[in-house]
Structures are given as C-alpha cells and as structure tokens.
C-alpha cells in the first residue's frame, strides 16, 4: 500500500501538483506552458534571435569566475556522484533513511543552472562580434530556496531568456522593447503587472557596479497581484563581457536578457482565469494572434 504523504508536501490545483518544489503538469498546464513559451520565442525569432540550447550542467570553476558563489551561495545546486571506492558497498547494502551520506559522495564539479542565460555567456566567452547579437534559449533551471510556493516558488523551473549582446545602446533598446511587449501582453490578457526593480545582484557586493546599481536598477522584474515575478528585464552592463572576454567592435561587450519563468506565468493565468487553464491557453492564443 502507498505511504501517505505528508499535506505541507504537496499543493495541487485542477491541472498540476507541487511536491518538495517539484512541479507535474497534467495536460491543460502543459499546453498552456507551450503555448506560452511559444509567444515569448516568437518575440526572440521575430527580432532576429537565433534560438540555441546550452549543456544541462555549468562548470563550478567558470561561475567561480562570475562571483557566482559570492553572490549566490544559497541558490547553488552542485551536481556529485558516488565516490568509486563506495560503489560495492552501496550495491551490497543500500544506505538507510532518505538521502545518499555526503562522505560517500564525490567532490561537486559541476551545477546545475540559476538561470537559462549563463550557459549563454558561457558559450560566447572569447568570442568577438562587430553587430548585436540575439540569442533565445530555454533551460530547465534549479534554485535551492528557503521555501517553496506552489507554482510560484519552485525548485526546479523553466526559463525562457532573449539575450542581446552588443553596445550599451543595443542592449537598452532590447530591454525597452520587451518592457513594452510585456505590459501590453499583459494588460491584452487581463493581468495587472506591477512594474518594480528587483535587488538580487550578481555583481560584486563591495563593487562599483554595486553603486551604480542603487542609483539605476539593473533588473525588473513584473509582478503578478500576489506579488509573483513571472518576468524580468536584466541590464549586466559590461560584467560578462569582462569576466568572459565577449567583445563588441573591441572593447568588453554589453549583455542584457528578458527572462520568463514559464511556470509562474501558468501560476498567474491559473489564477485569473480560475482554475480554467483550457480557456487561459484560448486566451494566449487569441492574443499571440492579434500582436
């Protein structure tokens, strides 16, 4: 007979169920999820975005280089293996209780990603380009949170990104171009998205990028009534192309994104639309249309 699982592990709504972070999507939520992801591609393709998909997994010694580990400790989720030496005796006899000892596991080499754009970056270091470059991505992305919230906070997550890479100019004109999109996407479903800098850093802490973040935001994010973030417009200056060596017509290249996190976009419409996810994916449609 199944164990019954505990009740604070678990959230469902009509068309999904959330357990310890992990979120399945029965069809009406997966079609919607596409549906949407969709819509935010075509934005990317449509401006000229090449569409790319990176490595699952992110080399610890290269995010080291990002101040990775500085800025974002809590959210980091190291991928290991069982050290060969402790193979046979977890063949033989399996360890008790429900996670694998820590000291029969192999030092962590790699992680998993925080965000769809690193791989990105990753990809592009030593590269140089005399035009802005476009790229759309999607990545299935994991932050280790203090709690998680339904379809709002999860641990595992899809990211879709469109990233500029190029002047500052370029990359300020892509971010205020999506602003826009976003907001009339929105308002033409019925959502009120409240427009607010966010205050998650990935510079230096003690930095002078830090200073010139508080007088001139370098994220936004558009939040949801209750407060969810289902997107965010992500200003990185000059960090990447530094840290990366990405040059634009030979200096240190500009980076900026627009993110949206898939799930919390389904959260929202789940939300507006009362559980009714199969006229929210009429809704989506009928609004890509129309743009």
């Given amino acids: 007979m199944p164990v019954a699982e505990p009740a604070a592990t678990r959230e469902t709504g009509t068309s999904w169920s959330v357990r310890d972070g992990l979120a399945t999507l029965d069809e009406p939520a997966v079609l919607l999820k596409d549906a949407l992801d969709a819509v935010f591609t075509h934005w990317g393709t449509e401006a000229g975005a090449r569409r790319q998909i990176y490595p699952p997994l992110l080399r610890a010694e290269e995010l080291r280089d990002l101040d990775y580990f500085r800025n974002f400790p809590h959210l980091g989720n ?33 992680l998993l990603p925080s965000a769809a754009c690193y791989g990105c970056f990753l990809h592009l270091s030593g590269t140089s380009t005399d035009t802005p470059v476009l790229i759309t991505t999607v990545a299935q992305c994991f932050r280790n949170e203090d709690h998680h919230d339904g379809l709002r906070r999860l641990w595992g997550f899809t990211m879709r990104e469109i990233v500029c890479v190029g002047s500052a100019e370029a990359v300020r004109a892509h971010l205020d171009r999506h602003q826009e999109r976003i907001a009339a996407f929105g308002t033409a479903l019925g959502l009120t998205l409240d427009r607010q800098p966010a205050t998650d850093p990935f510079f230096e802490k003690d930095g002078s990028r830090t200073v010139m973040q508080m007088l001139a935001p370098v994220k936004e994010e558009y939040l949801h009534l209750d407060g969810t973030a289902v997107a965010s417009t992500n200003n990185h200056r000059n960090f990447f192309g530094e840290r990366r060596a990405i040059q634009h017509a030979g200096r240190p290249a500009f980076t900026g994104c627009v993110a949206f996190g898939l799930e919390r976009w389904v959260h929202a419409l789940d939300d507006l639309f009362e559980g009714d996810l199969a006229a929210a994916h009429r809704a989506v449609r009928r609004t890509a249309e129309r743009s």
């Fill in 78 to 110: 190291p991928v290991t293996r069982i050290r060969p030496d402790r193979l046979a005796t977890h063949a033989a006899a399996p360890p008790e209780g429900t996670a694998l000892p820590a000291a029969d596991l192999a030092d962590a080499t790699h």
